[in-house]
């Protein structure tokens, strides 16, 4: 294959509490106009190798390519988008949310490619992300809409260039289904692709969600959910004699994934045979840059050494089995608490230009019939109130193990005793026991908690004067109703733990 696999996706994932690098001001907010200077600023002082452009659910800004070129032609022209850095859209999915930006996308991807032309450099785009990809006509689609608008730009609108007609799509499996199913549909896909367009296809970049599967069904069954989806993934690789090259969108909270600049073994260990991993903005804006820079190019080896890990039948159908334990007590349990939680969702801080109007142009996540906020929001406002929500479910599932199965939960999570040791510090007490007074339903989370200090022989609670700052401000943040307070408390705390949400 002639082409380089970027191990190192910058994102615009809202999760950072600390002001970015890049930016004069003590503003950590990020508009839709200076993402551009972030993207230079991922490229030329981070070195990440691709830098992911969204356009699903929020503003975004279709000059992308003109103002990079024109602005940094030099460190472009030395460094060229297509070969060396990647700038690669996330598309909206528009069986999920009006697809009113997707035209502009494509048409972004066209243009950009004449203007590439014009200045002698490569063709700039040809990827993209589908998010929650449900099938492989899904995928043919997206590409089919792109050759139609490729052909009618080259018949109406000829610039003297020739439009290349393919845009290579990259499934995002998000749920716990399919992500475990993805290889049926990858396997659709490459059949469907080699009789559509008469061509095969050389290799596969699929990205796999770890924020959304965690805020739909819990923190444990996402977790288990990727590494089932990592080793189906090595199966498929293994049959289809495709090279695979899986992306992973996690965050550094554990979470949502847990891949900060301080826990780069735990993540490499935790999903063997990935090669992407997406650098989110508490990663690179909540950690100084003499941290980052050197955790980006340890990243960047150990994803280049990572190989798939192959988990038998059998431990995989037990696995399989936890994470639907665990599903079950994450609905049963969260579900009493979700209304409590609303005027924490209402004014936590905002760090991007996102489109309002949720049903309209946007979304918005459902579980159990219930409204949800985006996976980061709802991380961090438990964290916020001092309920890390790693716990919610996961305790009481774990004392219902027998032993076979805690052992194989162990061996294939090596790090669950540490990411509950090292969440639980920001466990409050205080916050729960002021919860439980408003909602005696919060009493199943302290029954979560309970049990895993028992599992792992660990004391929840503070261990640090900083930790001890975070909790005392959680059960601040519970009993007060001014809106701007709670805010001002959110973005402290948010300071305090190194990750918004």
């Given amino acids: 294959?002639?082409?380089?696999?970027?191990?190192?996706?910058?994102?615009?994932?809202?999760?950072?509490?600390?002001?970015?690098f890049f930016k004069q001001h003590q503003n950590p907010f990020v508009s839709a106009y200076r993402e551009i200077d972030e993207a230079y600023a991922n490229f030329s002082t981070l070195d990440a190798d691709e830098y992911m452009w969204d356009w699903e659910g929020k503003h975004a800004d279709a000059s992308v390519i003109d103002r990079l070129y024109s602005e940094h032609y030099e460190y472009f022209k030395k460094h060229p988008l297509g070969r060396d850095k990647f700038l690669t859209f996330r598309f909206p999915n528009i069986w999920e949310e009006k697809g009113y930006s997707l035209m502009q996308a494509m048409t972004t991807i066209l243009a950009a490619e004449d203007f590439a032309a014009?200045?002698?450099?490569?063709?700039p785009l040809f990827e993209a992300i589908l998010p929650m990809t449900q099938s492989a006509d899904q995928l043919i689609s997206m590409e089919d809409k792109f050759a139609s608008l490729a052909h009618y730009k080259g018949k109406e609108f000829n610039t003297g260039h020739s439009d290349s007609d393919n845009l290579r799509m990259i499934p995002l499996f998000e749920g716990f289904e399919s992500q475990l199913n993805a290889?049926?549909?990858?396997?659709?896909?490459?059949?469907?692709?080699?009789?559509?367009?008469?061509?095969?296809?050389g290799y596969l970049r699929v990205f796999l969600a770890g924020s959304d599967s965690a805020l739909s069904n819990g923190f444990l069954n996402s977790i288990i959910g990727n590494k089932l989806a990592l080793t189906h993934l090595a199966e498929f690789e293994d049959k289809s004699g495709i090279p695979i090259y899986p992306i992973a969108g996690m965050g550094s909270t554990v979470f949502r994934g847990g891949l900060s600049p301080l826990m780069l073994d735990r993540y490499l260990e935790e999903f063997p045979g990935l090669k992407t991993a997406t650098i989110q903005s508490a990663f690179r804006y909540d950690y100084p840059l003499d941290v980052v820079e050197p955790a980006i190019i340890k990243l960047r080896e150990g994803l280049q050494?990572?190989?798939?890990?192959?988990?038998?039948?059998?431990?995989?159908?037990t696995l399989l089995e936890i994470a639907e334990k665990a599903a079950k007590e994450y609905h049963v349990t969260l579900d009493p608490l979700i209304n409590d939680l609303q005027h924490i969702f209402d004014v936590f801080p905002k760090r991007r230009d996102r489109h309002q109007h949720v049903g309209i142009i946007g979304y918005s996540r459902d579980v159990d019939g219930y409204k949800m906020p985006r996976a980061i929001t709802f991380t961090g406002s438990l964290y916020s109130v001092g309920i890390p929500p790693e716990f919610i479910g996961v305790g009481r599932v774990l004392t219902k193990l027998n032993d076979k199965e805690m052992q194989i939960l162990r061996k294939y999570y090596p790090n669950i005793k540490q990411d509950f040791e090292h969440v639980s510090h920001f466990f409050s007490e205080k916050a729960l026991t002021a919860l439980k007074a408003q909602n005696p339903a919060w009493s199943g989370v302290e029954e979560d908690i309970q049990a895993i200090e028992k599992e792992f022989d660990i004391k929840a609670g503070p261990q640090t004067p900083e930790e001890e700052k975070h909790a005392d401000l959680a059960?601040?943040?519970v009993k007060i109703s001014d809106n701007d307070t709670k805010t001002a408390i959110i973005q402290r705390q948010g300071e305090l733990r190194r990750f918004l949400g």
Avoid: C, W
């Avoid at 014009?118 to 063709?123: A, M, P, Q, S, Y």
């Avoid at 050494?305 to 159908?317: L, N, R, V």
């Fill in 475 to 477: 059960s601040d943040l």
């Fill in 1 to 20: 294959m002639d082409r380089k696999i970027p191990n190192i996706m910058g994102t615009q994932h809202p999760d950072n509490a600390g002001v970015p």
């Fill in 305 to 317: 050494k990572s190989k798939f890990e192959f988990i038998p039948h059998d431990d995989q159908d």
């Fill in 183 to 201: 290889p049926e549909i990858l396997q659709k896909f490459v059949d469907m692709y080699h009789d559509h367009f008469g061509r095969d296809l």
């Fill in 118 to 123: 014009d200045l002698g450099l490569n063709r």
